[in-house]
């Protein structure tokens, strides 16, 4: 039984070229083989992770390597710390990208930089409008911020002659801690046999859409339990005009921990379901007026009260992300929204130093790989694992609320 043609031929190249690359010449073709795979395959889990940005920064890194070279070099060298996806084999790697043209670490590198500045939701959500971002060096439990309570919210006015009246505080926000998330398979010297190479690289990029889509679901999972859950009559009838007006009340108006708060509806996140009720709802000028009475006519006002009142967002991961049987029991469902004052940045989103820009993907290759010889020994030929270490937590609740979507 013998590889697989593509094998072979990468093979035969990486053997050949390798002859002339000081760094990787008497490397074992295999070896080499096995690496260049686990290159391919990281690529694909960082497009599924960061989408477009990712390939945009591909598409630079080459016109960048063959235009500037020494700017190249550079670039590398200047996002060095975000680029230790092979640990120990950052030259190796390296010297494999000069002979297959391969512009991975300048990409990786580039776009988690670009990350760092400008974080942009990596599903497809808008939840992240709604966070406030914070990096944590340890996995001890962690505060949410959200500041502190003074006893009087107004200043006093001081009689003549008097001194100031005392005033006291008290904190805010609720604990939690980071999470290590994980999950990842392997290429094996079988499916490398059977002409699995696509599915294996296809089966990485949808393990980096689940690395996104799981930050999505830390957000989503921080309002269901951090939230006020909201239970109105006319649940069924999901974000129509009475049930966005019935929330933007609320908002402006709640008591909690005995204080009224009050904030803006400045953003509706609905599920698919509910998209076309919400978009009228939010779009119409004017309501249509059905039916009349007999009499003496009256006016009646035809404006939509909640016209433009906040921006609409669709958001999969409402209906996608599984809810707790506690959370089903209090009455939530997949149809559930939610209102929010951006503003106030509701909920805070931490993560461990090393993980602000995104999950990783280690990669283990072994020391001894043969393809012709059951991949090595005890081994599989390639094994990857997504790691992340991140949490959520709503920080402010008056910011935030999950409104119910379905009347059982």
Request: charged share 25%.
């Amino acid at each position: 039984m013998s590889t697989n043609t593509d094998v072979v031929s990468l093979r035969y190249g990486l053997r050949e070229a390798a002859k002339h690359t000081p760094l990787l010449r008497g490397e074992s073709p295999d070896r080499l083989t096995a690496l260049t795979l686990a290159m391919r395959g990281t690529k694909r889990f960082y497009e599924g992770f960061y989408g477009q940005r990712f390939k945009e920064q591909l598409r630079k890194g080459a016109e960048l390597r063959l235009d500037n070279p020494r700017a190249y070099e550079a670039a590398l060298e200047r996002h060095a710390e975000h680029t230790r996806d092979f640990p120990g084999l950052q030259r190796q790697v390296r010297a494999l990208e000069t002979i297959t043209s391969s512009d991975l670490t300048y990409a990786i590198g580039a776009t988690r930089e670009l990350e760092r500045l400008d974080p942009l939701p990596s599903f497809a959500t808008d939840l992240f409008m709604l966070v406030r971002r914070r990096t944590r060096t340890d996995l001890s439990p962690i505060t949410a911020g959200g500041g502190v309570n003074l006893a009087h919210r107004f200043l006093n006015v001081r009689a003549e002659g008097t001194t100031h009246t005392r005033n006291s505080w008290v904190g805010r926000g609720t604990t939690y801690s980071l999470l290590n998330l994980e999950d990842g398979f392997d290429l094996t010297w079988e499916a490398v046999l059977n002409n699995k190479l696509g599915e294996y690289e296809d089966a990485l990029f949808e393990l980096g859409q689940n690395g996104a889509r799981t930050r999505a679901w830390l957000i989503l999972d921080a309002i269901r339990r951090g939230g006020t859950f909201l239970d109105l009559p006319d649940a069924n009838l999901g974000p129509n005009i009475s049930n966005l007006e019935a929330a933007d009340a609320y908002l402006g108006e709640q008591l909690i921990d005995g204080r009224v708060y009050s904030a803006n509806l400045t953003d509706v996140f609905v599920p698919g379901t509910y998209r076309a009720v919400a978009r009228r709802a939010l779009t119409a000028p004017t309501v249509q007026i059905v039916g009349g009475a007999n009499g003496t006519p009256t006016q009646t006002p035809n404006d939509n009260p909640m016209y433009q009142k906040g921006d609409l967002h669709s958001e999969a991961i409402i209906t996608e992300a599984p809810i707790d049987a506690a959370d089903i029991a209090r009455g939530m469902s997949n149809r559930d929204w939610i209102v929010a004052d951006r503003s106030l940045q509701p909920v805070e989103f931490a993560t461990l130093a090393g993980f602000e820009t995104g999950p990783r993907l280690l990669t283990k290759i072994p020391e001894i790989v043969e393809f012709d010889n059951m991949g090595s020994f005890g081994e599989h030929i390639i094994s990857t694992k997504v790691s992340d270490v991140a949490a959520a937590e709503v920080r402010a609740k008056e910011g935030v609320i999950l409104v119910r979507g379905q009347r059982n």
